[in-house]
Every structure is written in structure tokens, then in C-alpha cells.
């Protein structure tokens, strides 16, 4: 194993304090550079306007039709969410979405070539649906998962909350992933995948394997904001592991007080 610290400061002060650590399992070149930021969208959403959002619930026939949904009252769905092309735009609206207990199965499947956005107006809206009986992520992506808003909390489990599976994109721009328990991978794993982070947090996941927020496997990690911090590993990698042909490059953003034993 490798073991790399970083002890550098940006031009605004943004640090990554030599506590954080990077773990890879060949040699790799850690970027630590500060460039100028990609400018963020603003997205702006009227979910409470029922005549423009559609009630999300189990009547819905799946694979989800492109369009515009909402929650108007906490849900447990007890069937997955597939989103098999197209767009979704997803509102929590200050609910939760939960997957039926003892469902062998990811709560939202994003197939190949579509794309779900998810967000929430009111900042409170939580997202479980990995359990101690699931053998799948919370939220499976071949396509694409943007991130506005939301919490991905209180997942449990062998698999991590979001997987990114090969050729799948992840992008972070607010919200939360925190307070999972899982075997490996305490908030997000990537293989031969893309993770783009502009904000929102990483925090508060324990894996009882390796890499407590983040696993990257043959794949990207581009840092230009938010956060990876107080995560936790039983063995290595308390913040993020890079494995096989992974990149990461760090431009912006911090990592810290993540803590791995091994």
C-alpha cells in the first residue's frame, strides 16, 4: 500500500490537512491543484405545484416516464424505481423515500443513458433504501445521478448507498450522504465510473471494511467543492481509496477528520 498526504492550501485558504489521507493499492500521481471552477447551474423548481409536478407513489407504472415528480408525503415504495431513459427530475419536497423492508433490491435504478436529478426545496428530505438483507446500492447508476438536494442517510448493509456502476456518472452539487453503515464503501463506490463533486457533503459513514466515504476503482474522482469528512474505516482508507487505473483530482474542496485503522 501506498500512502500519500496532502499538506497543501489554496489561494482562498481551502486546506487539506495532513490528517486526511488518499490510500492506493499501486502507485499512482495525486493532482492537488486549484483551478478556476466550472460555473455551477442554478436550477430553479416549483415541485409544490401539483399542476406541474407530478405525486410520486407505488400506482406509478415503471420504468418512470420522463418528467417532473414530487413527493407529497413520506413514501416506502414497494417496488424499485427504474428510470430506464430520459430525464427524471425528482423533489423530495422536505419527505423521505424508503424502500420496503426485506426487498432484495436497489430502491432507484438509473439504466444506461438516462439520467435522474434529484432535489429538495425544504432541506429535509431523507433517501434509505439499502437494508441488511439488500444485495444492491440504494440508488444503482449506469446512467447519470445529479445531486441537488436531499439526505442519503441511515443505509445499511454490504453495499454502499450510491454505486456507480462502469461508464455511470455521479455529480454532487448540495445535499448529504451520511450516516450509512455498510461493508465497504460508506458513501459512494465507482467502478470504471465518474464522480464529480461541486458541493453538499460526505460525512458521518462508517464502512466495516475499507474507505469510510468514498471507493474509486478503475475510475474518476474530481473534487471542486464540498466536503469528505468525519468517515470512518475499520480497516484503511477512512476518507477515500483509489484502486487500479483510478484519477483524482483535487481542485477545490476539503478533506478531513476521516479516520481509518488499518
Excluded at 150 to 157: K, L, P, R
Excluded at 194 to 223: C, E, F, P, R, W
Amino acid at each position: 500500500k501506498n500512502e500519500k498526504y496532502l499538506y497543501s492550501i489554496a489561494d482562498d485558504g481551502v486546506q487539506v490537512f495532513n490528517e486526511s489521507s488518499v490510500y492506493t493499492f499501486a502507485p499512482h500521481t495525486l493532482y492537488a491543484n486549484w483551478t478556476e471552477i466550472p460555473p455551477v447551474i442554478e436550477i430553479e423548481h416549483e415541485c409544490n405545484n401539483i399542476e406541474h409536478w407530478l405525486e410520486l407513489s407505488n400506482d406509478v407504472v415503471m420504468p418512470l416516464s420522463s418528467g417532473n415528480y414530487c413527493l407529497c408525503d413520506n413514501l416506502v415504495m414497494d417496488q424499485t424505481i427504474f428510470i430506464s431513459s430520459g430525464t427524471v427530475n425528482l423533489c423530495l419536497n422536505g419527505y423521505n423515500l424508503s424502500l420496503k423492508e426485506n426487498m432484495d433490491s436497489a430502491l432507484i435504478i438509473i439504466e444506461s443513458g438516462a439520467t435522474l436529478n434529484l432535489y429538495d426545496c425544504k432541506n429535509t428530505g431523507k433517501v434509505t433504501g439499502g437494508n441488511q438483507s439488500s444485495i444492491a446500492s440504494c440508488i444503482a447508476v449506469f446512467g447519470n445521478l445529479v445531486m441537488y438536494g436531499g439526505i442519503i442517510s441511515e443505509n445499511s448493509g454490504y453495499n454502499p448507498p450510491i454505486g456507480i456502476q462502469p461508464d455511470g456518472q455521479f455529480t454532487m452539487y448540495g445535499g448529504s450522504i451520511s450516516n450509512n453503515t455498510v461493508y465497504q464503501g460508506g458513501g459512494v463506490v465507482a467502478i470504471e465510473g465518474k464522480v464529480t463533486m461541486y458541493g453538499g457533503s460526505i460525512s458521518n459513514n462508517t464502512a466495516s471494511h475499507d474507505a469510510g466515504g468514498i471507493l474509486i476503482q478503475d475510475g474518476i474522482l474530481s473534487m471542486y467543492g464540498g466536503s469528505i469528512s468525519n468517515n470512518t474505516a475499520y480497516q484503511i482508507g477512512g476518507g477515500i481509496i483509489l484502486q487500479g487505473d483510478s484519477r483524482f483530482t483535487l481542485n477545490k474542496g476539503t478533506i478531513s477528520d476521516n479516520y481509518g485503522s488499518g
